[in-house]
């Protein structure tokens, strides 16, 4: 598979794992992602509990449980993909309630997806981690 090949499946694979978010699919997100993934999430779980880095798919797993039990989106909104190599970067934002508190959490953030095979190797998320702090106090 020639570069731009492999960036066109990067691309169609990242924009599949978010319409599988939209449908509340995560059996087809843990389906693109490899067995040994590493999953980071804004910073650390003391700030919030859906931040930090996980393992595996349990890890993957765990933190779309984390996802569903704090936070209520009212917007969820991919905007830009772009790739280069076997990195796809999604720029986008989201507005949510925090469950636990009210608070709202308004912020973009950018997703790195690392690809190797047609699977997902890594995932990173940056994104407004001092909203969550506050809006989760």
């Known amino acids: ?36 993934i ?22 993957v797993k765990s933190f779309f449980k984390d996802v569903a039990e704090n936070n209520q989106f009212s917007l969820f909104e991919p905007r830009d993909f772009f790739a280069s190599g076997d990195k796809v970067v999604v720029t986008g934002h989201y507005t949510m309630t925090q469950k636990k508190t009210g608070k709202p959490v308004d912020s973009d953030w950018a997703h790195i997806f690392t690809l190797k095979g047609g699977k997902c190797v890594a995932w990173r998320e940056l994104n407004d981690s001092t909203a969550f702090y506050k809006a989760y106090r």
């Open 1 to 36: 598979m020639n570069a731009q090949d492999m960036q066109t499946t990067n691309l169609a694979i990242a924009r599949a794992v978010y319409d599988a978010f939209g449908r509340g699919d995560i059996q087809m997100i843990l389906d693109a992602c490899a067995p040994n």
């Open 38 to 59: 590493q999953w980071h999430s804004g910073g650390t779980r003391e700030d919030f509990p859906v931040f930090g880095v996980r393992s595996g798919l349990d890890g």
